[in-house]
């Protein structure tokens, strides 16, 4: 079966998350209890949000951060706590009224401007980092590196971003997830060679200014995602 457009998969993603599934992730973002499956996912992305977080400066007053695919705003509260200003854009409306709840009397919370949208559409804007975590996973590779290509016009020193690596243990989790009621299955995860990304990247013309800092995988249970970053030439 071809893989679904980039149009096609964007309406798919924002139909999941505020019609089907906004409460698990409500859930999963939170301290309450969930599945054992849904435990390891929740310390996954723990500790790839860490890993990411970890490759920016502690400090980073006077800088505008974007967080592509902000989802519950984990990430965009504590880039607001180091001192940024962060734009934080996700296509589920749902996830992002949830984002404004949870953090509206943090102190940092005036330093976030939340958006509903498409990450591809920001105009008139200009980033000294961007943050997309676990964001373009669902869709072709194609599409993906078209999105870093489309944002990296408008940041000037750094882009994080993960990926799903192609691997076989990942297929047969992906596999075994479809037992899962048809309402909790999330859009499918487009897997990617690491090397063929890294080939596309570089092979890139939009992106012949950047240049592949670091990667790292966290996989842990049902979680397995990879990051990459790609750092602006001096």
């Known amino acids: 079966m071809a893989a679904a457009n980039y149009q096609e ?11 089907s599934a906004a409460d698990v992730w409500a859930r999963l973002t939170s ?10 996912v929740r310390a996954g992305r723990e500790s790839m949000r860490t890993l990411l977080l970890s490759w920016l400066p502690r400090d980073l007053t006077g800088r505008q951060v974007l967080d592509a695919g902000c989802g519950t705003g984990v990430i965009a509260i504590e880039l607001a706590k180091r001192g940024a200003d962060v734009i934080a854009i996700d296509l589920s409306k749902s996830l992002i009224d949830l984002a404004k709840e949870r953090y509206s009397d943090i102190d940092e919370y005036h330093r976030i401007e939340f958006i509903v949208g498409d990450m591809r559409q920001l105009e008139g804007e200009r980033f000294d980092h ?12 194609r599409d993906g590196v ?4 489309t ?9 994080a971003f993960t990926f799903a690596p192609k691997t076989l243990p990942l297929a047969a989790m992906h596999a075994f997830g479809k037992i899962f ?4 299955r999330s859009p499918a995860i487009e897997p990617i060679s690491p090397s063929s ?14 240049l592949i800092e670091r990667e790292h995988r966290v996989s842990n249970g049902f979680y397995t995602s990879q990051a990459m970053e790609l750092i602006r030439r001096c």
């Open 181 to 184: 009621p048809r309402a909790d």
């Open 31 to 40: 301290d309450e209890p969930v599945s054992g499956i849904r435990e390891t």
């Open 9 to 19: 998969r964007r309406k798919q993603i924002e139909n999941y998350f505020d019609r």
């Open 130 to 141: 961007l943050i997309a975590m676990d964001s373009i996973i669902h869709y072709a590779a």
């Open 146 to 149: 078209r999105t870093l290509e």
């Open 151 to 159: 944002l990296a016009e408008s940041v000037d020193n750094s882009m």
């Open 197 to 210: 990304l890294t080939s596309t990247l570089l092979s890139s013309s939009e992106l012949n200014d950047w």
